[in-house]
Structure formats: structure tokens, C-alpha cells
């Protein structure tokens, strides 16, 4: 199925004029074709794109509306695979630093596609940092080959599709009649995640509480600073039904944490302390579990190793997102049969998806037949 040079040229005019359909406007569209060793050509495409939430969003340390991603394909002999980095601001990563990250990405260099290890290790080499420029080559990575195999990732990787997880829906911090109403119009969903780590969290949660009794997820975003107090609000938040309690204290308090784990009667999971898989073995002495996010971990198949060292550590896993399009969702998707909780309504929060895949049915994280990350354009 080579392509010839007429039928790229075909290719290239259409996708430029997709890049003016609306969301895309103002976006420059990015594609290098590359010559290789590689029986057939790879062509690189990346854009910048802005996510708008459909409400601000509100954690311990921010209030945003509007979250930077670049999408990006990965088309081989006429397949395209579909990847995103997303860049919550606090993070460090921008539409810049993804653009200059990914205009250093040289497919030339590959001799086979198939070889993720090979070739993620040397993108990964390219600089340090940079987990979410990392995360959407991997992803569409992954998704081209999944396509070329004619199989979505969870048949690859032999995961039951149908032992995936509730995921949480985040409720964000609000007065208590808008609380009131957002806990309402998220009936579908099984479990609540709370965001806390301010000085209204016993409101919030007593908020929830006066409107349904479904288990909550407690995210305190490093927002508690004071050992004692923190184990107080975790044997609080032990009586109010809450399954677990994430990053409660700063990343750099690591003794304070260490104690708290020990003494905590709810599980404790780290988040901005855990990024990539050199991260787990010191958080085992940290927490109870750690939260795997692609767009920390550099993507799928560091992922994958993550959540098979954890289990080996005995540790709980716990699949996160960020805000983030069905493409990045479903690709994290691949991987929660795996998982005891997941977070993955990332592509809920957002008012402008370019993709659909992975669909939250009946408040289930549910697996789209389709090979590869599973996620199509709308
Ligand atoms: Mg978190």
C-alpha cells in the first residue's frame, strides 16, 4: 500500500484544508516527510490546538478555563495514527516547548516502526523532561501500530475489555448551591472525585453528602501542609465514605508523608510525586498506591511498566488524565482493566473534542472496538 508522490501530495492538500475547520483556526499545521530505512514513508504532523472547558476549573493551587494540547499523526504507509499532548500550565510544558520538542523528532533515523522500544528510548533521550511532547509521539505510536496489527491495545497487551473501571467524575470547588447542582447533573457517575487542599474542605464534602451517598475520591493536590491536621481530615474523611485520598501533602514533605501513610485509615496515592517509572520504587515507601497519568509517564508503554512494577510492589494503581481530548483518554483507556480506580474524564470536562473512542457509559469506562487507541476524528 505504498503511496506515490501524487496521491501525498493528495493527502497533504486535504489535511491543510482540514487545519481551517473551525477549533483549528490560527493553528499552524506542522508535517515533515521523512525518507527513511522503512520500507514505506512516515509522515509527522503536529498542531497546536486550545481545549475550552465547559466550566472553570478550580484545584488548590489554580483556576483555569482553557487548556493547551497538540495533536499529532503518525501516517505510514497510508495508516494514520492519532497522539495528543496536553499541558495543564502548572506543569511547565506549553504549545512552545511541545513544538520545539517535536520538530527535534527524527523517524528517518528508524529502521522498524514496530520497535517502540528502540525508538521511544532515543525520543526519549532527545532532552530531558518534556513528558507530554514524549507522550503524544507515543501515543500515536501506539495507535499506528495497533492499526497496522488491526487491533486495539488491550487485545495486544490481552486485557479483558470488559473488567474496566468506574471512573470518577470530578466535582469542582464551588459554592454549595452550584455543588448542589453539578452533583445532580453527574448522576451517570458512579464515584465523585472532590478537589480539596483549601480551607472549605469539610463544606464541600458535607455538600456532596446532603445530595447522595455514592463513594467520593479526595484529591487534596498537595494542599495540606500540617502532618497532624491532614491525618485528622483523613480519619474525617473515613467516616464520610471517601475511598482513598491523593497527594495530601507537598511532593518535598516526603517524611511527613511517609508517617501519614502509616498511620492514614484510608489509602493515600501519589500523584505529583510519581511521574515515571523511576518513581515507583521510592514512592512504595511513600504511599499506599500511585496515580499513572500518560501525559507524566511519557505515554503508553512506560505506563504499561509503571502499573506492572507497582503490582509487583503490592501497590493500589490509579489510572489519571488530564484535561485532555478522546484521543489521549482512550489511549490511557488501552490500559485500565488493569487498574483498581480510574480518573478519566478528562474529555467530559471539555466542550470542543476533536475525537470520539473511549465513552463513559452508565458512569463505565467502555472500550471502543476500534484497533489501535481506539479513537476516530469527529
Ligand atoms: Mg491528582
Redesign the pocket.
Known amino acids: 500500500m505504498k503511496q506515490n508522490r501524487r496521491d501525498f501530495f493528495k493527502t497533504t492538500g486535504l489535511l491543510a484544508g482540514s487545519a481551517l475547520v473551525s477549533g483549528y483556526t490560527n493553528n499552524l499545521l506542522t508535517e515533515k516527510i521523512i525518507g527513511n530505512k522503512m520500507s514505506g514513508k512516515i509522515k509527522f504532523r503536529y498542531k497546536p490546538y486550545t481545549l475550552e472547558l465547559k466550566h472553570v476549573f478550580t484545584v488548590a493551587t489554580n483556576s483555569r478555563t482553557t487548556t493547551p494540547v497538540v495533536l499529532t499523526e503518525i501516517e505510514y504507509e497510508g495508516i494514520i495514527g492519532y497522539g495528543e499532548a496536553s499541558m495543564p500550565p502548572y506543569l511547565g510544558e506549553s504549545h512552545q516547548t511541545v513544538l520545539d520538542f517535536l520538530s527535534k523528532v527524527d523517524f528517518a533515523k528508524y529502521e522498524n516502526i514496530f520497535d517502540l522500544e528502540t525508538i521511544l528510548a532515543d525520543i526519549d533521550s532527545i532532552a530531558p523532561g518534556n513528558p507530554a511532547a514524549k507522550a503524544s509521539v507515543d501515543i500515536a505510536l501506539h495507535d499506528l501500530i495497533g492499526k497496522l496489527m488491526n487491533q486495539p491495545w488491550y487485545n495486544i497487551w490481552g486485557l479483558n475489555k470488559d473488567k474496566t473501571p468506574y471512573t470518577s467524575f470530578t466535582i469542582g470547588i464551588d459554592k454549595p448551591d452550584v455543588v448542589r447542582q453539578k452533583v445532580k447533573e453527574a448522576d451517570e457517575y458512579k464515584i465523585l472525585k472532590v478537589k480539596l487542599g483549601r480551607d472549605n474542605d469539610r463544606e464541600m464534602i458535607e455538600t456532596i453528602r446532603s445530595v447522595t451517598d455514592k463513594p467520593i475520591t479526595a ?1 487534596a ?1 498537595q494542599g495540606w501542609t500540617d502532618r497532624q491536621y491532614a491525618l485528622d481530615m483523613i480519619n474525617w474523611l473515613n467516616e464520610k465514605n471517601v475511598l482513598f485520598v ?2 495530601p501533602m507537598p511532593k518535598i514533605q516526603v517524611e511527613d508523608l511517609k508517617w501519614l501513610t502509616q498511620h492514614s485509615p484510608l489509602p493515600t496515592i501519589g ?2 510525586s510519581v511521574q515515571r517509572l523511576s518513581d515507583v520504587v521510592k514512592a512504595r515507601e511513600i504511599f499506599s498506591g500511585i ?1 499513572i497519568k500518560l501525559m507524566k509517564s511519557t505515554g503508553m508503554r512506560e505506563a504499561y511498566k509503571m502499573i506492572t512494577l507497582a503490582r509487583a510492589l503490592g501497590m493500589k494503581v490509579m489510572l ?1 488524565c488530564m484535561t485532555e481530548t478522546s484521543c489521549a483518554i482512550s489511549a490511557a483507556a488501552q490500559l485500565s482493566p488493569l487498574v483498581d480506580w480510574a ?1 478519566l474524564d478528562g474529555a467530559l470536562l471539555i466542550s470542543n473534542d476533536v475525537y470520539e473512542g473511549t465513552k463513559i457509559i452508565d458512569g463505565k469506562v467502555t472500550l471502543s472496538p476500534l484497533p489501535g487507541i481506539g479513537a476516530k476524528k469527529i
Do not use: F, S, T, V
Open positions: 484529591d493536590n491523593e497527594q500523584d505529583e496515580n489519571g480518573d
